[in-house]
T-cell receptor, first 115, second 115 residues
Framework: AQKVTQAQTEISVVEKEDVTLDCVYETRDTTYYLFWYKQPPSGELVFLIRRNSFDEQNEISGRYSWNFQKSTSSFNFTITASQVVDSAVYFCALTGSGNTGKLIFGQGTTLQVKP | DTGVSQDPRHKITKRGQNVTFRCDPISEHNRLYWYRQTLGQGPEFLTYFQNEAQLEKSRLLSDRFSAERPKGSFSTLEIQRTEQGDSAMYLC?????????????FGPGTRLTVT
């Protein structure tokens, strides 16, 4: 069965610090997709990134970067020079089996960035 | 592109009453998903539609729950004889593709409180 584990429940940092959010997944599928979503206090989930299982290239988008390692089944997310606006709950997700596209979410990591 | 919309945003109901939620996906998106999110947890998959066909239902979706997507446009989720355990945020998402791996765009959710 698929599973996503985000072991860090809450992280608190001071503005401008770098922070890494961990995500470990389990799946028996050879083809799968991984996602990160942001849920700010307003509540609406915002898509951040998608990676497929055949592309282990790391990705950088502004202050955000993602490290995908199949060998350790991890898909970690780093925010560089954090800002107060980064405060939110971040979810890692994995596609379920059967080409349905349904997402299996982790429990989320609450990030608090203090000024 | 107006995004995914959901109505109502909040619903308070008494135990035993029926409630219905509506989701309007992004225009021309083929897939529509329903998730449920309880406090401190990640969203959990309930069901999804590909155009007007409901293709999968989670075990979380008891007989009291029913969903429709007539004509492959908007969708409704009805809960009959609500119970306090139904209190949660109900999220709708739509996706442009007919295969897995496409990102899902989420609506703002409907927060249900059963008293």
């Amino acid at each position: 069965a698929q599973k996503v584990t985000q072991a860090q429940t809450e992280i608190s940092v001071v503005e401008k610090e770098d922070v890494t959010l961990d995500c470990v997944y389990e799946t028996r599928d050879t083809t799968y997709y991984l996602f990160w979503y942001k849920q700010p206090p307003s509540g609406e989930l915002v898509f951040l990134i998608r990676r497929n299982s055949f592309d282990e290239q790391n990705e950088i988008s502004g202050r955000y970067s993602w490290n995908f390692q199949k060998s350790t089944s991890s898909f970690n997310f780093t925010i560089t020079a954090s800002q107060v606006v980064d405060s939110a709950v971040y979810f890692c997700a994995l596609t379920g089996s059967g080409n349905t596209g349904k997402l299996i979410f982790g429990q989320g990591t609450t990030l608090q960035v203090k000024p | 592109d107006t995004g995914v919309s959901q109505d109502p945003r909040h619903k308070i109901t008494k135990r035993g009453q029926n409630v219905t939620f509506r989701c309007d996906p992004i225009s021309e998106h083929n897939r529509l998903y329903w998730y449920r999110q309880t406090l401190g947890q990640g969203p959990e998959f309930l069901t999804y539609f590909q155009n007007e066909a409901q293709l999968e239902k989670s075990r979380l979706l008891s007989d009291r729950f029913s969903a429709e997507r007539p004509k492959g446009s908007f969708s409704t989720l009805e809960i009959q004889r609500t119970e306090q355990g139904d209190s949660a945020m109900y999220l709708c998402a739509s996706s442009p593709g007919l295969a897995e791996g496409y990102e899902q765009y989420f609506g703002p959710g409907t927060r249900l409180t059963v008293t």
